[in-house]
């Protein structure tokens, strides 16, 4: 290979590797922003109070009220009136 071949092959691949560099760069950005896109939607799911409701807010509105809990005991009694005449017939 001649000198002059030499020196139009580096001419040549100089650029080349200045554009397969900032190829790569630019991939690197893309992947970056696309991570910090995941990781806000799972900061914003963490973060969600109505899918990750914490214990005090879930007992107040899981446990049943004053209303509820009659109603309840009010079913606990009948059904242990029916018992006890089951009871009675065997």
Known sequence: M???QRNILRDL????????LIGVFVQQIRWQEKMNNRMDKVEEHVENQVLHM???KTSIIFVPRVELDSRMNNMQHSLDKIEG????LK
């Open 13 to 20: 691949l100089q650029p080349a590797i200045l554009l397969f």
């Open 54 to 56: 914490p214990f005090d």
């Open 2 to 4: 001649t000198t002059s």
């Open 85 to 88: 005449k089951l009871d009675i």
